[in-house]
């Protein structure tokens, strides 16, 4: 599943949901500060900001869990936990090429899940990477257009 950027289109935006998660791990607010924290690092992303987290009690008592955020230069990481579901929701979007086979082996060790839905998409597919590459796709789009009339 290791996604190479496209020759057109913007990056790679990985989505994990974890099922069968540890609650123990789940519900640790320094075990997600520490991850968004550390992990730009091992992805050899930058880091711009330090992670916002924080813990979420909300009106159904067991729909309450820690959600954290981190800015990288290339884009953002966002986890979402549920410990009474033993839950994790998880994206990684970034414009840079990273191996995705990798970031789930990672984020499935960290949090013990059990079971994972792996979503992995290019975003931006239109999204020209170099000028060159824009002004052919203006190009094609107005041939496009012309035809169509």
Request: charged share 30%.
């Amino acid at each position: 599943m290791k996604m190479k950027k496209p020759e057109f289109g913007f990056g790679v935006h990985l989505m994990l949901d974890g099922y069968g998660c540890d609650p123990e791990v789940l519900q640790d607010i320094n075990v997600i500060y520490n991850f968004l924290d550390e992990y730009p690092q091992e992805m050899e992303m930058t880091k711009i900001m330090p992670p916002y987290v924080f813990r979420y009690n909300g009106t159904v008592p067991e729909d309450w869990g820690i959600s954290g955020f981190v800015l990288i230069a290339e884009s953002h990481i966002s986890i979402h936990t549920f410990p009474e579901k033993r839950y994790l929701s998880l994206d990684m979007f970034s414009c840079k090429p990273f191996d995705t086979d990798k970031a789930v082996a990672a984020v499935k060790e960290r949090f013990r899940i059990q079971k994972c839905e792996i979503n992995v998409l290019d975003r931006g597919q239109e999204f020209p990477n170099t000028i060159e590459d824009s002004t052919h796709v203006v190009r094609m789009d107005r041939v496009l257009r012309q035809r169509s009339r």
